[in-house]
């Protein structure tokens, strides 16, 4: 039977971008995947006659562009097209435009407050100084504060020379920055409801918070670190839908010479000595390896595929501590024709791009209230996009796609399991908020996949359906992400890895934790990382 050098578990993106890099430093990499397809939470998938569903992840920006180029995804096929703006409705009639332009951003603030289109300029300005200071942090490994290791000492005064090069208004502004709630963050700098609601959504995203909950303006910061076409905090849609991002890795990971399976589910990871020996399939096949990469979250990880007397008690008690709540769904919806919506100005680009109807924080705010109270909200937030406005090929002639995502929505009913009267109901909120802003909008619809997180930790196996694999909180970033002392990939059984987005930097499909890891294996194998982009090497 043959024995590989790595068995990755999960092929999605994070566990493709693992795979890429081992098989480029000469290693012999499979991957191995549960469902019929590759992509995990960044799929494309043909679910009615003639339309690609984004049916998870359904936008591109956080992508790294140093992992684009190290792995060669234009040359395998990956486009992605960056978008303008969006718009936010209001329940007056008018709306918010969007605009990537920060000069036409600053004359729509204008309609509604002079005040706050002058506040802009300064608002923009420290969330970029915000983001100049996290982003190189990104495709580094974050160093172990316990340790007296060179490397980590290193990375501790070069963290502690970035934070002593900012002034000390900056360093008050940093570190209030991180714990504060993306509400009070907006409220010192702008008047105008709908404005802050604009700037308040990327704070709650897939986060089992609201936006008075302390630690979402940082989440808004994780949002806005993206790159397209090396327009930082610009955004766009991955031409063929999110599926091609994930195609793109598999062919270049294919072209490399890996192997993946598909069909091929994991029951348990084969420990003896206290090290990973390779994987046990659901059927019973036992596959060996001389290290194992899990792309799956901690727990699922740590709590499914290991067992329990194989780890200590102080790792498993931290690990069930990891915050992974389950806060959002996914509505997708093919259309037989583009809706409308009479608020925009006829032609306006705003239908390219992000489409909201939440207008207040408040608005927001109560939403989360549905959620703690264990309800999927019955005013949800959602974030809407019609992708088939700038990408033709994901929908018939003259028909659209649309997506949406939606905030919030429990892993449990009231403490219950979802069921698919819960489903509907869920679906219902969502079609009746759009319908509201959208005449007609119902009898466009031709086909709708609904998924709760019911179905997308069914699916994708994420715990709880939270899409970042875990809470992206000050408390689980850094060198607590996913747990202190297993901050650097590793994990207390030797040859057993982990890159998904439960490590650091974390959420979205950014790539950094697969590329990171990646990195530290062939550190510990001693092989060169030539092949890797050298811009953000750990020391």
Sequence with gaps: MKSWDAIVIGAGHNGLVNACYLQRAGLDVLVVEKNPWVGGAATSREL????????????CSLFRPEIMRDLELPRFGLQVIPYEGGAVFTR????????????????????????????????????TRQCRFIQPLLMRTAPDPTSLRPRDIGELIHLGRKFSGLSAEEMALTLRFWTMSISDFLDEYFETNVIKANLALSGIIGTALGPMSSGTAYVLLHHYMGEVDGSVGAWGFA????????????????AAGG???????VDHVLVAGGKARGVVLAGGEEIPGKLVVSNADVKRTFLKLVETRELPEIFLRRVRNFKIRGSSGKVNIALDSMPEFPALPEGSPCVQADLHFTDTVERMERAYDDWKAGRWSNDPFLDVVIPTTLDPTMAPPGKHFMSCFVQYAPPKVEGRDWTDADRDGFAESVIAQIADYSPGFRDRIV?????????????????????????????????????PGYAQYRSPIGGLYMCGSSTHPGGGVMGAPGRNAA???????????????PAHDVF
């Design 259 to 265: 192997t993946i399976r598909a069909e091929a589910e």
């Design 48 to 59: 009615s006659p003639g339309f690609l569903y984004s049916n998870c992840s359904y936008v």
């Design 447 to 483: 086909h709708m996949e609904v998924r709760t997180p019911r179905e997308i930790e069914a699916e994708v196996g994420l715990t709880e359906g939270n899409i970042f694999q875990g809470e992206l909180t000050f408390d689980q970033l850094l060198f607590n992400r996913p747990v």
């Design 519 to 533: 990195s530290e294996i062939l550190r510990d194998l001693a092989r060169p990382t030539h092949h890797m982009s």
């Design 92 to 127: 007056d009639g008018d709306y918010l435009a969007n605009y990537r332009d920060h000069d036409a951003h600053r004359r729509e603030f204008a309609r509604f407050s002079q005040r706050d289109a002058e506040a802009y300029d300064r608002y923009a300005r420290d969330v």
């Design 239 to 254: 031409r063929g839908g999110m599926g091609a991002v994930t195609k793109a890795l598999a062919d270049s990971f294919r």
